[in-house]
């Protein structure tokens, strides 16, 4: 059997040759830049130049040697300061230890571990800089190591802040320094990369979504009794074993001659189930944002309904079909903030189709709270309107939604 001929794939360069040439491209620092102070030097440098010059022509010879003297002293600081700044960056190394998942908007801890590798060289005056995208405001992310002497590390730690969800990749520090005489600021970059997931940002219900949506989401509106609980007094009963001793009703049970007990009741408010729409209804820069402002809200009334002891679930195209069952407490919020998250947005799948991800029995079940990105005349929500039993309709394009929902994100995409 003729075997195929093997393709060749790797570098024409000799390997030995290619890891270093490579390993040298990570090490080498960026072309410095000039500080203000190299700059004012360099006018003072050219200013001698010019006199030594001058003086050279009019047979000066003692201020021609005061001046080339001068010249050679202003050059060497030059000549000095890139290679001993480069130097002093070449052997460190970063770590980063953050949190893997993390809400929008929201501060969290950062810890950067700095180590220099170098065996004779310290690292002096050198500026941290952590590189994390997706910023819209100014933070400070800079941190300034006065010294770190050779084989020895240390830890910096900052508050860094995230604003744009889904999953994130930071791959680089920023270390930079202007040692030894502060005419450069020699950088280097420095990979340390770490995989983080932005949950969308979770705002605050002001006073008109509350009211909108009505006593359908407040479960002590809309409570079911449920014999059993622990949760409101309900009534009387004869006491059975098994029952719990400390409900013992003494008063009722020396009156009627034998053990009674109290009886309470938990209440149940019906679930709630999230359908987001995420069909684009243009490709502008404002569709966008209601897309965002949509994710949020869910996020928002999730987290608020989960908290008052609602089950809370979510259907959505992501683009893929997803169901999530309602269910209650705090693993249920991390499921539905991490497929907030992931969510994308398409521009195939209509509102309409919704309906279609929630099952025929949970139809009767549940109360249904439809989130739109368009106009809320563009779209036909008979079939949402015959098929479920509670329903409750927002659109972005509402006024008193988009000021309903207080976050971040609404006053930056304004």
Known sequence: MVQPKAIRTTSPLDPTLGRWFFGLRRRVPELPSLTWFGGVLSVVAAGVLLLAMWAHSQDLLEQVN????????LAALFVVSWPVAAWSLRGLEVEREMPHKVVAGESFSV?????????????????????????????????????????????????????????????????RTRFPFGLFVVRRQVPARSQVLVYPSIGELAFEPRLE???????????????????????????????????????????????????YVTSRATPLILLLDTRLYSQNRRAVADAELAISLAATLS????????????????????????????????????????????????????????????????????????????????????????????????????????????????
């Open 66 to 73: 005061y001046a080339y003297a001068l010249l050679a002293v």
């Open 111 to 175: 810890t950067l571990g700095i180590r220099n590798r170098s065996l004779i060289w310290p690292a002096v005056a050198v500026e941290l800089e952590d590189k994390l995208p997706g910023s819209l405001r100014k933070h400070a992310r800079q941190s300034l190591v006065m010294g770190l002497r050779p084989r020895r590390s240390l830890q910096v730690r900052y508050r860094g802040t995230l604003f744009r969800r889904g999953p994130t990749l930071i791959e680089r520090v920023e270390v």
């Open 213 to 263: 949506l009505g006593r359908s989401l407040y479960p002590e509106r809309t409570a079911r009794p449920q014999r059993g609980g622990t949760d409101e007094y309900f009534g009387v009963r004869e006491y059975r074993d098994g029952d719990e001793p400390r409900h013992i009703h003494w008063k009722v049970s020396a009156r009627r001659g034998t053990l009674a007990t109290r009886e």
């Open 303 to 414: 987290e608020f309904c989960l908290r008052q002891g609602r089950a809370v679930g979510l259907a959505a195209f992501t683009p893929v079909p997803r169901l999530i069952p309602p269910r209650h407490g705090r693993q249920q919020m991390e499921v539905l903030l991490e497929q907030l998250a992931l969510l994308r947005t398409t521009t195939r799948k209509p509102a309409a189709e919704l309906l279609g991800l929630v099952p025929q029995r949970l139809r009767s079940q549940v109360h249904a709270l439809l989130i739109l990105l368009g106009p809320l005349a563009t779209y036909r929500l008979g079939a949402f309107e015959s098929s479920l039993s509670q329903l409750t309709v927002y659109s972005m394009h509402e006024p008193q939604v988009r000021k309903g929902l207080r976050i971040w994100e609404f006053a930056d995409y304004e």
